[in-house]
């Protein structure tokens, strides 16, 4: 139920700590439900699912790249993009062509 949470409102969610208040348990142990369902730390898969939904918006929207992050849950354009760079190896804008080229073809 952990994971199916996080996942489910991982737009919300700021960190582990307020995922063990909602579900009565302690931080730690909200990691090591993560951690065993998907083999990723928290975090790692707190950015999966929020970049999940960023990639939706960037292949099917024109939104701006600011607009994106906010509704896929970041708090800053940069944070975003720097996230979504590591992550998935190319700049949100690179991969909105990306898409784009995609379609077109």
């Known amino acids: 139920p952990v994971v199916a949470y996080v996942y489910k409102h991982a737009i919300q969610i700021r960190d582990r700590e307020e995922?063990?208040?909602?579900f009565s348990i302690s931080p730690d142990t909200v990691s090591s439900r993560v951690r065993q369902a998907t083999d990723q730390a928290f975090r790692e898969f707190l950015h999966t699912c929020r970049l999940k939904i960023a990639r939706n918006l960037l292949a099917e929207t024109t939104l701006d790249i600011a607009a994106v992050a906010e509704r896929a849950g970041f708090r800053t354009t940069s944070h975003f993009s720097r996230i979504f760079r590591h992550l998935e190896d190319m700049s949100p804008t690179?991969?909105?062509r990306?898409?784009?080229a995609?379609?077109?073809?």
């Open 19 to 22: 995922v063990a208040a909602h």
């Open 94 to 96: 690179q991969y909105r």
């Open 98 to 100: 990306k898409m784009r």
């Open 102 to 105: 995609k379609k077109a073809s």
